[in-house]
């Protein structure tokens, strides 16, 4: 029975296509699942072009003081900026995926 005029459904459409397991609801969880993925992807790779080559670097001869420099002002700062990019992607991505499904 449909819903009289002026009156919202009980369930958003796309709510109800995710609980029931549609196959649009499943197209809608995949695409956030490969958008979580895709963000998850990016901050590995950033951590890996920006981190991983440190271990060659400090394989130079350099003073003790400078190799625990190059640890503690140069690679926790960038870990904590990927991890923060990382999440505050992920967030919005939720975000959009709640505001598709609550329209």
């Known amino acids: 029975m449909p819903a009289p005029a002026g009156r ?3 369930h958003p459409p796309a709510r109800s296509e995710i609980d029931e397991q549609t196959t649009l609801g499943h ?5 956030l699942m490969r958008s979580q993925l895709r963000a998850a992807l990016t ?7 920006l981190v991983g080559p440190l271990p ?10 400078l190799v625990w420099t190059a640890l503690g002002f140069g690679v926790y700062p960038v ?4 991890a923060h990019w990382y999440v505050r992607r992920a967030e919005r991505n939720e975000r959009d995926f ?6």
């Open 98 to 103: 709640t505001g598709l499904v609550e329209r």
């Open 8 to 10: 919202r459904p009980a």
């Open 27 to 31: 197209t809608y969880v995949r695409s």
């Open 56 to 65: 060659l670097l400090l394989a130079l001869p350099a003073p003790e003081a």
């Open 43 to 49: 901050a590995l790779g950033a951590l890996t072009l």
């Open 79 to 82: 870990v904590w900026a990927v």
